[in-house]
């Protein structure tokens, strides 16, 4: 009775928020199919016949060398993503299920030339999955599609340069060398600010952290002799569409040599919604996306596309030389761009200042039920056996509190010597304000995400972009915005990462000081991985561009916030504010309908963040992500549980093998090689 008691305690349901890195519909499917292998004892898995390894032998070379090719390949895959339409969807599951693939691969070829391995452990599979996500979250969360090209010439120049608060000279462009000291100097350190409550938030406050359990149950699951049999299907499966879709693409290259040209511009609906950007733009990446999303974020992205292009901004268009001049170019943030990017701003703060204020009072609530409840024991809070287990090798390697008091304070005072040499308009002691206020930030951050399993980091980065823009003033405060977001932004989400992470640990009896040390070595990959990964990008493609694919959205909506923090609502074009109250009102209702309203109808209401994003990116995504979700119903309808245990593996795999093209395309186009053919379409008429 106890242990189905902590079972069920430990059996997190998704929460139905939005993040800006999706929430995958795929955790439901991955706990059916993980509880199918393991039979009752799912988590308990961890708990293996003989002795676990100690913490040296989780850390081997193989495992680093796994940890670095995943990583690097999934740093390309997302920086497309982020330079895209900026939207990620979790990809940890497919990360472990590559890591595993790729030792137990290495372990089984070597039995076959008769080389004597070590057994490959799920405390292994544990560290290296943990240090290959900590190297392409750099990528993810780095700031290469936000507040860091934010900073560079083009992006200022689109948001106007006589625009006011947008002052001269508010520019850095984009460098290997600085974005990779600037990353090494910010990373670093929310992974020591929390470690020394990673007891109190695991073992005493019992957070389930839904997306570290979904990560430990998988682990888990791969380790069991039914599970080596499921993960063989799901391999076969990553690996069928990861071929299909990279040839696909490889397919599609030879058609797009000009503008306008190739699969990607086929008028699936005809040239008059083309031209609003409503088309299939035979995208596999978005498509294998739209699988992993919930239907309701597929949902709300149609919607919002069908608001703005199908909608609003023809409507504002006809109203060009009323409510904007004429005689200015569409791309001018005085123009019809300018509504586009704040309307969306709107949706974003409207959604997240609501999330914001919920997590934090949760996390107050929660708290003080703690504290009240803390004198008394009931039965279910009685540890068993397996508990005490799984407690036990998760204290015994702990890392020295001082150690991890002495290293924030080093990596502080290195911080607030670096950054103000990097910007000048970041005064020192922002940096110290940021870097005291951290740990408090960090607790609030990871304490939520371990009730919600949503990452708020993004929202607290707003903030202090807000509050530094505006403290700063006219002269730096774009600049300072735009770095102090970076800096807290890293140090909150870094902080909740490692505490998914040490869930993980937890619940696979891995040890947390070999966890911490590969989350170290990830980040550290990351910070020399992601700005490579980005300049080949930068330097191949054309970033930033509004009217072609590679829009990064984020950047030019991080530089308008950043502009707005400095000179209130008069950046806004003429009646701008009054749409933008109406849809930050919009945001806030659905929100509180999503939580006051019986679940049957509650799950029903669109997500405002969802909706926002198609307002700058186009429509074009949303169909892509919605035919993913049509596949994935389809399938579920004539066969649900095989749908359960392959979708995340085929998305995957067509995220994967669409995504890595890129990187042969980049390499074409540095040499100056074209694509030989354009494919283009035109009226008869």
Known sequence: MKQERRRKHLRPSPPPGLELAMAPRAREGRFEEIRELDGDDELGAGHAPGRVPPWREQLTARGMVASLAVGAMYSVIVMKLVLTTGLVPTLNVSAALIAFVVLRGWTKALARLGVVARPFTRQENTVVQTCAVACYSIAVGGGFGSYLLALDKKTYEMAGEDTQGNVPGSYKEPGIAWMTGFLLAVSFVGILALVPLRKIMIIDYKLTYPSGTATAVLINGFHTPHGDAMAKKQVNGFTKYFGISFFWSFFQWFFSGGDNCGFSQFPTFGLIAWKNSFLFDFSLTYVGAGMICSYLVNLSLLLGAILSWGVMWPLISDLEGDWYPSNIPESSMSSLQGYKAFICIALILGDGLYNFAKIIALTIKNLIEKSKLKNTKKEEDIPVLDDLHHNEVFVRDSLPTWLAYCGYIALSVLAVIAIPMMFHEMKWYYVVIAYVLAPALGFCNAYGAGLTDMNMAYNYGKVALFILAAWAGKDSGVVAGLVGCGLVKSLV??????????????????????????????????????????????????????????????????????????????????????????????????????????????????????????????????????????????WHRFDRSKAAQMVPAVASGLICGDGLWIFPSALLALAKISPPLCMAFRSTH
């Open 493 to 634: 989400t870094i902080s909740a990462d490692l505490m998914h992470d040490f869930k993980t640990g937890h619940l696979t009896l891995t040890s947390p000081r070999s966890m911490l040390i590969a989350q170290a070595i990830g980040t550290a990959m990351g910070c020399v991985i992601g700005p490579l990964t980005f300049m080949l990008f930068y330097k191949a493609f054309d970033i930033g561009n509004p009217e072609g694919p590679w829009k990064a959205p984020y950047a030019l909506i991080y530089r308008n916030m950043a502009i707005l923090g400095v000179e209130g609502f008069s950046a806004l074009p003429l009646h701008c504010l009054q749409l933008c109250y109406g849809f930050f009102g919009f945001a806030v209702v659905a929100n509180l309908m999503r939580d006051l309203f019986p679940a049957k109808y509650g799950r029903w209401v669109p997500l405002p963040m969802a909706m926002g994003v198609p307002f700058l990116v186009g429509a074009s995504f949303a169909i892509d992500m919605c035919v993913g979700s049509l596949v994935v119903f389809i």
